[in-house]
């Protein structure tokens, strides 16, 4: 039988500003990436997204991004290895306090944004947010994009590597994303989850110019912000069960 997780970005919201609805989300995911304060969320937030995970049975993440709150972590930084390192480490001691206080363990990191794309090319960037990992538990699992330098760096250290793709953006031939700033707003969300089975049964999407390319989906994301992502998610669900894909935590699949 196929098994995936799925996993979505979230505790975003900042202050007075709400941004997604996590409640609604957890009904669906298996894998919370929680933002630790740097591109988006509070302590408050913090706390109450781990309590949300922690009662609905989904597995932790940290989501450490750029320092950008401004640009929603969206927008890249000029940053030498030993800040990345260092602003990783401190998103993940930030977020490990408040899962301390829950009795729950972090399961997963999972970069943001600009950060994220910017690991996935750069062994430089890539190497410090997996020693900021390592060196604080080499047991958590990283998320990455099919066939990156992120993955490669992650599998020469040992470290346990779940391969993402998305449902709510575009993927390129290579099985990278195209990032946007904004969530696009969907209006099949049938479509989408038909496209989300092929990932997961047959490794194949179609890219963003049209081609048929190889992707394996071990984990799908489905971003909190993206406009109607508890009805994509729902939909996603469905049509993953209609079609005897079971929908389990990363553990059971890495």
């Not at 997204?49 to 929603?72: M, N, Q, R």
């Not at 206080?101 to 410090?128: N, S, T, W």
């Not at 049209?210 to 992502?229: N, Q, V």
Request: glycine letters at 8%.
């Amino acid at each position: 039988m196929y098994k995936v997780d799925l996993n979505c970005d979230m505790g975003e919201s900042f202050g007075l500003y709400t941004q997604g609805n996590d409640e609604e989300m957890m009904k669906y995911i298996t894998s919370a990436n929680i933002a630790c304060g740097f591109h988006a969320g509070d302590p408050h937030v913090m706390r109450k997204t781990i309590e949300l995970a922690k009662a609905h049975s989904v597995g932790i993440g940290v989501h450490p991004g750029f320092p950008d709150l401004l640009g929603f972590g969206r927008r890249d930084m000029n940053c030498t290895p030993q800040e990345v390192k260092d602003y990783v480490t401190y998103q993940m001691g930030a977020l490990r306090e408040f899962a301390n206080l829950y009795d729950v363990k972090i399961q997963h990191c999972k970069p943001h944004g600009a950060l994220f794309m910017k690991a996935m090319e750069d062994k430089q960037v890539a190497r410090a947010i997996l020693e900021a990992i390592h060196d604080v538990n080499p047991d958590m699992i990283v998320f990455s994009l099919n066939n990156s330098e992120f993955m490669e760096e992650a599998i020469k250290m040992g470290i346990p590597v779940a391969k993402e793709a998305y449902s709510d953006r575009e993927h390129t031939e290579n099985g990278s994303i195209v990032l946007t700033r904004t969530g696009t707003a969907i209006t099949d969300y049938n479509a989408m989850a038909d496209r989300v089975v092929r990932m997961v049964k047959e490794n194949k999407v179609i890219t963003h110019d049209g081609k048929d390319t190889r992707i394996e989906a071990e984990t799908i994301c489905i971003h909190g912000d993206t406009p109607g992502a508890p009805e994509l998610a729902k939909a996603i669900v469905h049509a993953l069960t209609e079609n005897n894909i079971e929908i389990v935590p990363i553990k059971q699949i890495i």
